[in-house]
Structure formats: C-alpha cells, structure tokens
C-alpha cells in the first residue's frame, strides 16, 4: 500500500518562507506526475504545482516566481520550496502521486495534507 507523508507545513509571516516535502512509501513503481494541490477555507481544491519524472515542473500562475517545485525520484520525493508568502496562500497543501506499476496500472495517490498559514 502506498502512503503519502508530508511535513513543513506552519505558521508564517506574509514575506516568509517554507518547505514543504512528501515522500511516498514502497517500491516498484514510478511517478508521474507528483506535487501540490491547495484548498482554502470554503474553496475547491486548486493545482499549486506539478512536477513530471524529468522534472518538467508546471505551476499555477500565481504562484510562478515565488514557489519552486523539486523532486527525488531516488527518494520517491518532492518538494515546494515556498517564497515571498502572502496571506492568501494560506490553505491545505496536498501532495498529489500518479504511481504507476505498469502500463495498464496506475493509481492517483493523495496526502492527508499540511496546513499553511500565513499571517501577521
């Protein structure tokens, strides 16, 4: 069975910094893609970035400049690297895995997500 376990998440102030990071357990497969998706109070749940196996990194607008996504696939791991907080990126973070065992098998994975708050 695989789980997906983040960390990073917190409480900081608007400018401020964090790392968020998800590993996935197991072996035997691939991912393609993994990120972050965000829900905030009463929203839906939005993509916040994606990276794919070769580490082709896809963003929502937003956030471009400011958040920077990474990954170790030797770990099964990916990271958002958080910059230039602002208020309204205070949500949820869920890490997202597309876990792939063959072809014909794949499966979407979600965490039970990390709470970010952003806040003076």
Do not use: H
Request: hydrophobic share 30%; glycine share 10%.
């Amino acid at each position: 069975q695989v789980q997906l376990v983040e960390s990073g998440g917190g409480v900081v102030q608007p400018g401020g910094s964090l790392r968020l990071s998800c590993a996935a357990s197991g072996s035997g497969f691939s991912i393609n893609p993994m990120g972050w998706y965000r829900q905030g109070p009463g929203n839906n749940r939005y993509l916040v970035a994606t990276i794919s196996s070769d580490s082709s990194p896809n963003y929502l607008d937003s956030v471009k400049g400011r958040f920077t996504i990474s990954r170790d696939n030797a770990k099964n791991t990916v990271y958002l690297q958080m910059n230039s907080l602002k208020p309204e990126d205070t949500a949820v973070y869920y890490c997202y895995a597309r876990i792939i065992w063959t072809s014909y098998n794949a499966r979407d994975y979600w965490g039970k997500g990390t709470l970010v708050t952003v806040s003076s």
